[in-house]
């Protein structure tokens, strides 16, 4: 099964510009890949999808508001097209490739992790 990317984009900074209030300039996104396939255990032992986030903020360019949105009329698809348009698929594409990468890892590390003298 392919892993299912989903996007939260609700948590914004905004301004007034322009005489436009709350004009949103930033945007504080997470990026979100879970594979249901591939289960992980939570803290209580469970088992779960394994999940991975991605998060960061994009500031959006606020030159041209003609075409404004008033912020109580705005939805999580609007501003998330709005962040995949400024970041960029080439860029997205890495995204998920690396989402995928450490989605791998989880389920079966590389790695151990130990404490030295303890």
């Known amino acids: 099964m392919a892993i299912n990317y ?3 984009c609700k948590t914004v900074d905004v301004k007034t510009i322009d005489g436009n209030e709350d004009t949103v300039c930033t945007v504080h996104w997470r990026f979100i ?3 249901n396939a591939k289960n992980v255990k939570d803290k209580e032992g469970n088992d779960v999808p394994a999940r991975i986030e991605m998060y960061d903020q994009k500031n959006l ?7 404004f949105i008033a912020f109580r ?4 698809e609007q501003v998330t097209n709005w ?3 400024a970041i960029g698929e080439e860029k997205i594409e890495k995204m998920k490739t690396n ?3 450490q989605i ?3 389920v079966t590390p590389s790695y ?4 030295i003298g303890e």
């Open 33 to 35: 890949g879970e594979d």
């Open 112 to 115: 151990e992790t130990k404490t």
């Open 6 to 8: 989903t996007w939260d």
């Open 83 to 85: 962040v995949k348009d």
């Open 61 to 67: 360019d606020v030159s041209d508001l003609s075409d």
């Open 104 to 106: 791998t890892e989880l």
């Open 99 to 101: 989402i995928s990468n």
């Open 73 to 76: 009329d705005l939805t999580n």
